[in-house]
């Protein structure tokens, strides 16, 4: 239901200011275990974001939940799938800046689960949905799926 509210939230479609880029990387700085920015190119990168700031992201018009890396699911999926698996984060770039196409993209899911049925099934939703690296480990259940 959190999704669905989400998505009918149609804060996202506008420009931000400095301001809110500023407040949105605040969110993303806050919610994430790593926060890489890059002031020359304007793309930070993040990594071990929560499906809780995905969604405030979202929810504040910072995150489009319909955008995709590539042939990946869409940020909105991604959350989805993560919040279903507790052990699972989120990596990937913010754009912004005085760059036209803001905006911030999950291009990474990685983590731990807690059974070897439930990496199995995180296995094939990555590759079902054209996954380009996929690291999973068996013996200690954790995993790492990237598309490019």
Known sequence: MR????????????????????EREN??????????????????SFDGMTPETAHKLINTGYANPYTRQNEAPTFGELVSFCEKHPGLLMGGYAVGGTRDDARVTVDTIS???????????????????????????????????FWD
């Open 27 to 44: 969110i993303i700085r806050k919610g994430s275990k790593e926060y890489i920015p890059d002031d020359y190119a304007e793309i930070d």
């Open 111 to 145: 983590g731990r689960v807690r059974s070897i049925n439930e990496l199995y099934e995180v296995e094939s939703f990555a590759y079902s949905n054209n996954v380009t690296s996929c690291d999973c480990s068996y013996p200690d259940l954790t995993c790492y799926f």
């Open 3 to 22: 999704l669905l509210d989400s998505l009918l939230n149609k804060k996202y479609f506008r420009t931000l200011s400095r301001q809110e880029l500023k």
